[in-house]
């Protein structure tokens, strides 16, 4: 077994939207492919991966870091004991190798691709979907048949903002979604309630609906917004406060009758570890979003899970940023809570397969081999134009 | 005021030399330059910047976002509202456009070498030292005429260590240093300790000799290792443990009676607050070693000399990783407590200017204007051929 070539390309995934923060309207990815000297059915194992998204590409990082220290690796040094497949776990410490300690961004992006595409290819090696490997790995051989999923939207509109966003969320449920979330905090806060209030009219009960502040708010103001959502008994309410603020989370924690989520802008187990340390999160009732994609992928993320567990979070609470099939991946076969969706954005990375069915807030894997990539037409076109 | 066009190149700094986690064989900074439509006696003014060392270069991240961002800004968004003279707040701003909070590493360097080449086109326009025009806008004229520096070395040698470590003790003490710090932890416990005394018999008494974990240890190890070297009375304690683990470093610090130093491997305002409210480190004796340059430049160390004040930590308890003049100037415009220096390693970046001596631990600084690269013919050399 052995990684022939390593190739990267810039794929824009502009969006004319925008989050309390930052617009889209220049955002990329980095599209990777990992050629190997095996072959199954007649054609070459390749695997697949991209850099989730929010984060841009990063060819500097890939091209001059991490994809030469995989190439000039000994193949050895990158396969199994018996030689038969990749081992993403050494591949890791070879891409980690001469990077110090903490600065955790950029190159963890860079990294998390590639970990992607490498165990698309140790699942098509062993022709099977990478959840049910997953599962046999990590749980026994227990899956999730079917993932709980949620439209990740419900953004701010220039004009006829309301009944633009009772539209986005009617779509939603029409789709088959149940449970929808919405952007907040770039409007004031009587404005943000009146969409909130437009949005539930649509999606009806608060548990339905959940919020993202994309940490813009301070301590003080998202107090006073805990506070005006209270009644509302939402679903979660995103972000609330500064990513790496792990005091103020806390402070807001204190104050917010409605559970918190967070996590998907901190990318090592390090840096979670510090969240549940230090944020006063409740295991029981909060939530935790990391994208095993932005955070050096499911190598890490497997350290982060175990991390979790030591601190009394179970697998269950995690549902990860992104919208991604790598993360749908990951939660039908390590049983995480469920995946972020963003129907119709970052297109068309964030599509689900052709032949899974959503269906009351739930969607259906396929049997495709490895992340299944191949079998999205419009994904495929793009990773086949790209190399 | 115009910048004109900004230019990056990748020049190495490869050392044969390692710490106790990776080694220097294939570092790269970027260099850059930015160039302005103003001339001063003759020549046009440009600025100086680069990565610092320890993190690569950063073409990608440079290339893609952040050069790109301040080209297409509109001029008037980028200077000062005079128009005189660039402002590298509204600059930052402008790099840091459209980018997710978080993940603060690499770009963190990237945006910090353009803010170096932007502060010495500051001090340049007003025909200044950079220091002398920190001194003017944040300590009311007063600058330190000379700056403690210590000599970052003692590295690990393949043969006859302990010899080689004296003789490289010794050539400090001879360039006129009065306080050196060595590297521990890539070795067994009772090696390190040999190597110390070693040490101590050229540098003399304790508090000349720090040392330097690279964050190797785990929270044990790093706990033996404090009580191992007690009895020397040392002068700092560096890195013990995992850079981002705040309770490990509240534990290590518990039971150390020697300083701890922590901070080259934070990247932005929002760790470094971190630092000082999670990891137990004590205002009147410990040591922060943030590097400007690897976490957004000055104007984000601003932020953090700001955040460390109302945590009650002074300017002159920071001593920036590095080596490099820009932290020179800063120490000495700011009033910090001294700049690390790697006298021979990262040739010729860590070099003093030529009109500078070193007398007992204290450097003096010139009257070149702005940073004073061009003063320097080894640095200067590379900056003429690299653009």
């Known amino acids: 077994m052995k990684i022939t070539a390593i190739k990267d390309e810039v794929v824009s995934i502009a969006s004319p939207m925008r989050n309390a923060v930052i617009d889209f309207s220049s955002m990329t990815i980095s599209v990777v492919k990992v050629e190997t000297d095996q072959v199954r059915d007649g054609s070459p194992v390749v695997g697949y991966g991209f850099t989730s998204n929010g984060r841009y590409a990063q060819s500097g990082i890939l091209r001059e870091r991490i994809i030469p220290r995989l190439m000039n690796a000994d193949s050895a040094d990158l396969a199994t004991a018996d030689g038969e497949n990749v081992d993403p776990f050494a591949c890791w410490d070879v891409m980690m190798t001469n990077e110090k300690p903490g600065g955790h961004g950029e190159r963890s992006v860079a990294v998390g691709a590639i970990d992607m595409a490498l165990w698309d290819i140790v699942a098509k090696m062993e022709d099977k979907p990478l959840y049910r490997l997953l599962g046999e790995r990590y749980r026994d051989g227990e899956v999730d048949e079917t993932v709980r999923v949620y439209a990740a939207g419900g953004y701010y509109y220039p004009e006829d903002s309301q009944s633009k966003l009772q539209d986005e969320m009617r779509g939603y449920l029409d789709m088959g979604f149940a449970e929808t979330k919405m952007k907040v905090g770039g409007a004031s806060l009587e404005e943000d309630i009146a969409r909130i209030e437009a949005a539930l009219e649509i999606v009806g009960e608060g548990r339905r609906l959940a919020v993202d502040v994309n940490a813009r708010f301070d301590v003080p ?19 609330p406060v500064g990513v790496l603020d792990f005091q103020g989370h806390a402070d807001v924690r204190a104050a917010s009758t ?88 970052f297109e068309p990375f964030g599509r689900f397969a052709p032949g899974a069915s959503l269906d009351d807030g739930r969607v259906t894997l396929t049997d495709d081999p490895g992340i299944g990539y191949e079998a999205v037409p419009e994904i495929y076109g793009i990773l086949v134009t790209a190399f």
Chains 1, 2 share one sequence.
């Open 221 to 239: 103001t998202a107090i006073r917004f805990a506070e005006a959502i209270a009644p509302y008994e939402l679903r979660w309410y995103e972000e």
């Open 258 to 345: 409605t559970p918190l989520a967070t996590g998907e802008n901190l990318f090592s187990t390090e840096d979670s570890l510090n969240l549940v340390r230090h944020a006063g999160l409740n295991p029981e009732t909060d939530f935790l979003q990391m994208d095993p994609v932005l955070s050096y992928g499911l190598v890490e993320y497997l350290r982060t899970l175990e991390v979790l567990r030591e601190h009394g979070w179970s697998a269950r609470r995690c549902v990860p940023h992104g919208g991604h099939q790598f993360g749908l991946q990951l939660a039908a076969g390590l049983g995480l809570m469920g995946n972020e969706a963003y129907p119709g954005v």
